[in-house]
């Protein structure tokens, strides 16, 4: 099951060519400011020279922590050109979480505003200034020989130790989707609202996808995309392609169905899809395409596209997720790496130019979860993705769950054992076990969290018997949709009769329990976005 064709594999050259073919075309809408192709070109450059002599080049990871707007895109831009890979982190994030990162990618420099966690780095901070400031000014810049499947930008997701893992993609995993033949929506003519988390590779979707093919980016300032403010991007912006999470889409169809008209491609997905919802959508809009995605950003964005029909909504299996993008094959393997019979469940994984090139700092991990196998007499890299599907008898992959305890909340991955190392970490915290709580479609909307205390260090754990400051903890040490909204102290956990824990009884008690309210209640709103 795989596709694939021609298309510019690097991301800066593939923008660059828009800019000289169609220079005076919209490249950004920003507010009401119109940005143009041979603007964002000549500011990237103007950038790049600064970057280069301050000693950015081929090979490296250039973390960025800059506000959405023109200036951050023609930054990535201009590191991409120096040939390094960019990293966008969410201001927001608690520090120690910064920390980390910054840790782990060991940068010669930082794109920042504001101020940074200790450590022997540059701080670049661009100019406070409109990019046609710096596009005035650009000179010639040499170019930096780099191929497709060198580093464009890296992405952290959540890792079983309680460390960030960073997701390497190449310019090829992000470029592979877009261009003529490839996926509907894109190119001249086009517009998509970018209002995914910079941190998220679907960020990427919604930037490059029109930037590398001749179509228009609108940059959307607040975290919450809302009905309202999608009809008025598609009456004055022109936007016809839209990306939206799974919540996201339910909730548009539950409360304005009618803020979908005049798009021309929706695509929807991180999470798994509500036939009920998808059932009213496609009733309300039967003229606009609408297409199920699925991946994980470790073959960047989408592996999967399916466009839905009615009778998709039947199925007792859930809806389903597709066939391969361009440049991607899909595999479904046995426990022996044996592709499996159509409509026989196995192990989801992935092929082709989309697959990170390594996780950052952690080469065990990316031995085991980007083996090379021998498939058909001949070796091929893939991606153990840990979810369970099937293909059907027309060649169609479905979504069965997942192996591991990784989930998706709001569109976003978090791993239970990360919260858990986490908890563990916390003074007076003895043991702990964090799970997700799914609604009758199997969705999951709520995280839980189960903690005994220290009975022997009474002193240390004062106040860890207060499910209020464990939780307001957390929020200092965790993104706020990785912190549970059901946070319980127990006396024992319980175990079945065969001595395991009891994970059913717990998700018993916790349906029972009322949420934790957050003892800092705007903190956990400035860091938990609902438009992931």
Request: hydrophobic share 40%.
């Amino acid at each position: 099951m795989s596709s694939s064709g021609g298309y510019e594999p690097l991301i800066h050259r593939a923008v660059a060519a828009q800019a000289t073919l169609r220079p005076e075309a919209t490249a950004l809408v920003h507010r009401d400011d119109h940005i143009a192709y041979q603007t964002l070109e000549a500011a990237a450059t103007s950038y790049a020279a600064e970057l280069t002599e301050l000693g950015v080049g081929v090979g490296q990871v250039v973390p960025l922590l800059l506000p959405r707007s023109p200036q951050l895109v023609a930054v990535q831009l201009a590191v991409l050109k120096c040939g390094a890979a960019y990293a966008n982190l969410d201001r927001r994030w608690p520090a120690d979480r910064i920390a980390g990162i910054l840790e782990l990618t060991s940068p010669i420099l930082v794109a920042a505003e504001g101020v940074l966690p200790p450590g022997r780095r540059t701080v670049y901070r661009p100019p406070a200034e409109d990019v046609r400031a710096a596009a005035a000014r650009a000179g010639a810049l040499p170019p930096t020989e780099v191929s497709g499947s060198d580093p464009a930008t890296v992405f952290f997701t959540s890792g079983t130790t309680g460390r960030p893992k960073g997701v390497v993609s190449p310019h090829q995993a992000v470029t592979r989707l877009f261009g003529p033949g490839r996926l509907p929506g894109f190119g001249t003519g086009h517009a998509t609202p970018q209002a995914a988390p910079q941190p998220w590779d679907m960020y990427a979707f919604e930037l490059w996808g029109q930037l590398t093919t001749g179509g228009t980016t609108v940059l959307v300032e607040a975290d919450h995309l809302l009905p309202s403010s999608l009809r008025g991007l598609v009456r004055t912006a022109g936007v016809d392609t839209l990306w939206i999470t799974t919540s996201l889409f339910n909730l548009f169809v539950d409360e304005d169905p009618d803020c979908f008209a005049g798009l021309g491609h929706v695509l929807v997905g991180g999470e798994k899809l509500s036939p009920q919802h998808v059932r009213s959508f496609l009733h309300r809009h039967p003229g606009i395409p609408l297409r199920n995605g699925y991946g994980p950003v470790e073959n960047c964005m989408l592996t999967t596209t399916h466009v839905l029909r009615t009778e998709d909504c039947d199925l007792p299996g859930g809806l389903p997720v597709g066939r391969a993008v361009p440049d991607s094959t899909v595999l479904v393997l046995d426990p022996d790496d044996r592709p499996c019979p159509a409509n026989e469940p196995g192990e989801i994984c992935v092929a082709g130019t989309g697959l990170a090139t390594r996780y950052l700092g952690d080469a065990e991990l990316t031995a085991e979860k980007f083996p090379v196998l021998e498939l058909g007499g001949a070796p091929l890299r893939i991606y153990r993705t840990g979810d369970i599907g099937l293909v059907d008898d027309n060649g169609v992959l479905h979504f069965r769950g997942r192996r591991d305890r990784q989930v998706k909340i709001s569109g976003y991955r978090v791993e239970m054992a990360e919260i858990e190392v986490t908890v563990g970490g916390l003074p007076g915290v003895r043991d702990c076990v964090a799970l997700p709580l799914t609604d009758s479609e199997g969705r999951v909307h709520r995280l839980a969290l189960f903690y005994l205390t220290d009975l022997d260090g009474r002193e240390e754990s004062a106040g860890v018997d207060d499910p209020l400051r464990i939780r307001d903890q957390l929020l200092d040490l965790l993104p706020g949709y990785a912190v549970p909204t059901i946070v319980r102290g127990l006396d024992r956990l319980p175990i079945t009769a065969n001595g395991k824990l009891d994970r059913r009884a717990l998700v018993e008690l916790a349906r029972k329990s009322r949420a934790s309210r957050p003892a800092k209640a705007t903190r956990v709103a400035n860091r938990t976005q609902a438009r992931p």
